[in-house]
């Protein structure tokens, strides 16, 4: 390990961490934002009659939804591979990015994962109600799973988009974490526009997706 190198640093220039999962953490980058941007969709047409679950429609966009949030997670790990082993502030950075983006799967696939058991248990959108009152009462969940959590899933992949993009080599062009942050304005602004903010994360993905095939290998030997 470099001096000053933090461990995470130190895992990431690790060649058999660097190159594995490869196949995954490229399907993370185009799978997930298309997973979010069919909720999205869902959503929207769920909503046509003026109300939202349950029902197959429900059901179907919250798993999609809970399957995107962890590939989001993954699409994480792989910018963290990226970066490979960084010293002092951007090491920092890139390590905080990494573990914002995994709490925020996390959260957030629990968050779907509720939504999902109400939509299945429930007879109608007043009993699915009753259920999310009786789980956000429990102390620190509407915090956890309902506010902060899901807010850093897309933190996680702007602070690493961003180290990426500010580092020499420049491993991701300046615009991918604009898109990143363009995106989660959209979604955070209005939901129904989820679509569009997860089309902005599918773009920005694009070049870390191209940096993982193996005739254009963006991360440096460890020798």
Known sequence: MGEGASPMSAWAAEPDHRHMDTTLTRL????????????????LLDG???TRGPGLAWTAGHVAFLIGALLLGAACVGLRRL?????????????????AGLLGALATAVQAAVDVYAGLAAADRAGMGEIFDQVQSYPGVMLAVY????ALLFAGPIV????????SPRLLPVWSPVMMV????????????LPLGAACFWLAFVPAAAAYR?????????R
């Open 28 to 43: 993370s980058y185009t799978a997930g934002p298309a997973l979010l941007m069919a909720y999205g969709i869902i959503r």
């Open 48 to 50: 046509l009659d003026g």
């Open 83 to 99: 970066a490979g082993p960084r010293a002092g502030l951007r090491g920092i950075a890139a390590d905080l990015g990494l573990a």
């Open 147 to 150: 506010t902060v959590g899901p």
């Open 160 to 167: 690493l988009g961003g180290v990426l993009a500010a580092g």
């Open 182 to 193: 363009v995106g989660t304005v959209l979604a955070a602004t209005d939901l129904d526009r």
């Open 214 to 222: 193996p005739s254009r290998a963006a991360i440096p030997s460890s």
